[in-house]
């Protein structure tokens, strides 16, 4: 069964690495796939126009709402029954899409992970891991799968520098939690019946709770080693994330907790919870970013 794909990528700001992303899509994309770029309200539409240069459909919204908003209006809009989300300082590559789409002939999949890899200009040697789709603990945080171990390009497999003599992995496809969407694909249809993205979040943790209600409703999430991603991890907010960024990424994972983690679940990882939070705590207050980090947490308590 072929699947239609439609490649969405909101953007706010940053036409230079749009560019080099509508680049790579269009270079390496299969025949038919339809490319949507979501403009957030950009100072003198800047990205509409990029998008326009590269023959591509873009969708402008009046005002910056936030990656969520910006997401759910390009899904709204995209016409494939596969949807990839893209951040706009990724790169794609050769065979990435083909790679993900062949498991969507399984109803049962409603989201894959490629292998995204972290780029990172003036590198040298073999580049690091960003995710290989997320997991989550029962105590109320998520993680980047395989986050930072380096890939051995070429070779199919990816090293282990945290044992004492390195170690080499063959990664095949598998289950996984979760799907993160920075570049994740998901069955649009299996979308629109979860919500989509939760427009209160903004930005931050908004992927692990669609992945929450996706797994809700039966669908699984896979992870294919063959659809490789590149990201500009630090392109989004510096080394450092600001106050306000601190501020939302602790809230909305606080968030996530309270609003999918329930019944006799909550009941059992309240505990586990609970020391997630003092560990927290301990290692802000070392780094010198508690306050924003306690900020977010009260904000999300109170609703805020």
């Not at 998520?142 to 170690?167: C, M, N, Y």
């Not at 699984?220 to 510096?238: E, I, K, L, N, T």
Request: aromatic fraction near 10%; hydrophobic fraction near 40%.
């Amino acid at each position: 069964m072929t699947h239609w794909l439609s490649v969405v990528i909101p953007s706010y700001a940053r036409a230079d690495l749009l560019g080099l992303c509508l680049a790579s899509v269009r270079r390496h994309a299969p025949a038919g796939t339809e490319v949507l770029v979501v403009d957030d309200g950009s100072t003198n539409a800047v990205i509409s126009r990029t998008a326009e240069r590269f023959g591509v459909r873009a969708i402008r919204l009046p005002k910056q709402s936030g990656f969520c908003v910006a997401a759910n209006a390009g899904i709204a809009a995209a016409r494939g029954d596969v949807v990839e989300m893209l951040n706009d300082d990724t790169e794609v590559t050769a065979g990435w899409a083909d790679a993900a789409l062949r498991w969507f002939a399984d109803p049962g999949v409603g989201a894959v992970a490629p292998l995204v890899l972290q780029l990172e200009p003036g590198r040298t040697g073999n580049p690091r891991i960003d995710s290989a789709g997320d997991e989550y603990d029962p105590g109320g945080f998520a993680r980047k799968r395989w986050h930072g171990l380096e890939w051995a390009v070429g070779s199919g497999q990816w090293i282990d520098q945290t044992v004492f003599l390195p170690t080499a992995h063959c990664p095949l496809p598998t289950e996984v939690w979760g799907v993160s969407a920075a570049a994740g694909f998901y069955r649009r249809s299996a979308l629109l019946a979860a919500g989509g993205f939760p427009p209160d979040f903004g930005a931050y943790f908004e992927d692990v709770d669609l992945s929450f209600r996706l797994r809700k409703l039966g669908f699984a999430a896979r992870f294919d080693p063959d659809s490789v991603v590149w990201h500009r991890v630090s392109a989004s907010y510096g080394r450092r994330p600001g106050r306000r960024t601190l501020e939302l990424q602790s809230r909305n994972e606080e968030r996530v907790y309270w609003r999918n983690v329930r019944g006799r679940d909550r009941l059992r990882s309240l505990p586990r919870h609970a020391a997630v939070l003092a560990g927290k705590a301990c290692r802000r207050l070392t780094e010198g970013t508690f306050t924003p980090w306690a900020v977010g947490r009260v904000r999300a308590w109170v609703g805020g």
